[in-house]
């Protein structure tokens, strides 16, 4: 068995994080995997994982092996599929980031049919709240919420977002419903970031233009809230705690039941989280996209287009 074959059962045990779940997935036996990365362990003189009685991590060079051992698997995969004339069949390992909470409340939900389409292909999903490198963290693919894509890569576009400033009918019954830009900044305001966040909330009319309001003095209220996830900040406004900018593809479900209102129709948020107002699957530059690639591409379109799902009656 060739130096391939042990990067490629290391890999595996990378992305399970165990042994077993790569024993699992290659079928083979723990022992056998155990002893190829223990091979490879001594052919390299260096240890690359660290072991503990739940779980395996890669040491700093373990991780550096790993993230090339996936480029050179990926284009031994490419080669054989060349050679053995099934380029237009996606096959192999899929290694897919976005952000953890659309990641959690669209995309995973689609995978079922996905894999089912595409059986020969497997899926490793990561998700995210960060800047992913494509090139060092070994990712084909990344789905990015993003105003516009930056250089040096290749950016689809798969889907408008959507922002609305949203509340539960409780804390409305309550507090009042603002029927002003400007009246936004007497209610509790729940705001997105970690540590510091824009004080101000943007909006735009089609017609009156743009208006500003000064969120910050919300924090008088023991109730204000600020978080760096739509998923928390969706259960804040479900449980009354104030008002919040939030996407669609969080809040779709709720809107529909009337579990949270749109406020002041015909104004858009924009800048600051809702910045974010484009989803694009994002790759490293090449000749042409891996088939893995190109058929999560072409499904997220399929699935997303003319309007994504989260936007439909």
Request: proline share 6%; hydrophobic share 40%.
């Amino acid at each position: 068995m060739g130096r391939l074959e042990d990067l490629q059962t290391f890999a595996r045990v990378v992305d399970t994080r165990s042994f077993s779940g790569a024993a699992r997935l290659l079928g083979a036996t723990k022992s056998a995997v155990s002893k190829q990365v223990a091979r490879l362990e001594d052919e390299l003189g260096t240890r690359l994982l660290l072991r503990t009685t739940r779980s395996v991590s890669p040491t700093p060079e373990g991780q550096a092996v790993y993230e090339r051992a996936l480029r050179l698997l990926d284009e031994a995969q490419a080669l054989d599929d060349e050679l053995a004339g099934r380029h237009e069949q996606p096959r192999g390992v899929l290694r897919v980031s976005t952000s953890t909470a659309f990641g959690n409340l669209q995309f995973t939900a689609l995978m079922s049919e996905f894999c089912a389409r595409h059986p020969q292909l497997q899926v490793v999903l990561g998700l995210n709240d960060r800047y992913v490198d494509l090139a060092e963290e070994g990712f084909d693919l990344v789905l990015r919420l993003i105003h516009q894509p930056g250089p040096g890569l290749v950016a689809r576009r798969l889907a408008a977002i959507r922002y609305v400033l949203c509340a539960s009918p409780d804390y409305l019954a309550a507090q009042g419903e603002p029927q002003q830009v400007a009246e936004l900044a007497r209610h509790r305001c729940l705001r997105f970031g970690y540590l510091q966040a824009q004080d101000r909330w943007r909006f735009r009319h089609a017609e009156l233009g743009d208006a500003e309001v000064l969120t910050q003095g919300a924090l008088r209220f023991e109730s204000g809230l600020m978080a760096n996830s739509s998923e928390s900040l969706r259960v804040a406004a479900l449980a009354g705690m104030g008002l919040a900018v939030l996407p669609t593809y969080a809040i779709g479900p709720d809107l529909r039941a009337g579990r949270l209102r749109a406020l002041l129709p015909g104004w858009q948020p924009v800048g600051g989280v809702a910045e974010a107002d484009t989803l694009y699957a994002v790759y490293l530059p090449h000749r042409q996209p891996a088939p893995k690639v190109r058929a999560l591409i072409d499904f997220l379109l399929e699935k997303f287009n003319p309007v994504p799902p989260w936007d439909r009656d």
